[in-house]
């Protein structure tokens, strides 16, 4: 398998559950970024992670935490969520994080919050 | 703050036509403009990355250009065809908070 991948590609879920999402890429690529693409918002950076540490925490509520176990894989950890947090979760990955580096986007999770 | 702005947010044309995508930004302190496509209900795919340098792109019928003293920058795509219909959104690397600040995307309409 090649690129960005996301699981699972949809998720339903009630305001108490407590799921996680996950992203795996094969680019050999070091850091990796989880953004949140809300109706009628533009993209949003929420956390970002260069060789495992994390780097950026886009003021992100504390219902949402990152976990990177190793540069391939990154998750994104939800509990208690809001109805307004209903969105596509969308995971990318670039060489090192640099700024004149495309990111490379997997084709997102769809979420829906109850 | 960067602020990314795209107008219209649709935009519907015949097959054939050449067309022109607009992008404006706030804060002309960029590091790089990119352009994205997004296909309904998938991920961003890169088009085109312009350094800060380069006053221009050019990837097969896509050419992007880039006006830093003006905040601007337009994506032209020639020929158009209906497997453009698609979502281009632009986003720009500010130095200031080291991330892409991202416009809300156009949703370009090809008809047959």
């Known amino acids: 398998e090649t690129g960005v991948t996301q699981t699972p590609r949809h998720l339903v879920m009630g305001m108490t559950n407590k799921k996680s999402l996950k992203c795996e890429q094969h680019?050999?690529?070091?850091?990796m970024y989880w953004y949140k693409q809300s109706a009628k918002k533009p993209l949003e950076l929420m956390f970002v992670?260069?060789?495992?540490?994390?780097?950026e925490n886009n003021s992100v509520p504390s219902r949402f935490s990152p976990e990177c176990p190793n540069s391939s894989h990154l998750f994104l950890h939800l509990h208690t969520l809001q109805p307004e947090d209903s969105a596509l979760y969308l995971c990318?990955?670039?060489?090192?994080?640099?700024?004149?580096?495309?990111?490379?986007f997997g084709p997102g999770t769809r979420l829906l919050v109850l | 703050k960067q602020e990314v702005t795209q107008i219209p947010a649709a935009l519907s044309v015949p097959e054939g036509e050449n067309l022109v995508l607009n992008c404006s930004f706030t804060?002309?302190?960029?590091?790089?403009l990119q352009w994205f496509r997004q296909d309904p209900g998938k991920g961003l795919t890169s088009l085109l990355l312009?350094?800060?340098?380069?006053r221009e792109q050019t990837s097969g019928r896509l050419n992007a250009s880039l006006d830093k003293s003006s905040g601007r920058s337009t994506l032209y795509i020639a020929a158009s065809q209906p497997g453009d219909s698609a979502t281009y959104l632009c986003?720009?690397?500010?130095?200031?908070?080291?991330?892409?600040?991202f416009g809300k995307g156009i949703t370009l309409s090809v008809r047959p």
């Open positions: 990318a990955s670039s060489p090192t994080g640099g700024f004149q580096e495309t990111q490379y």
């Open positions: 986003a720009a690397y500010t130095g200031a908070n080291s991330k892409l600040t």
């Open positions: 312009i350094q800060s340098s380069q």
């Open positions: 804060d002309s302190a960029i590091y790089n």
């Open positions: 992670y260069n060789f495992k540490e994390q780097t």
């Open positions: 680019l050999g690529h070091n850091a």
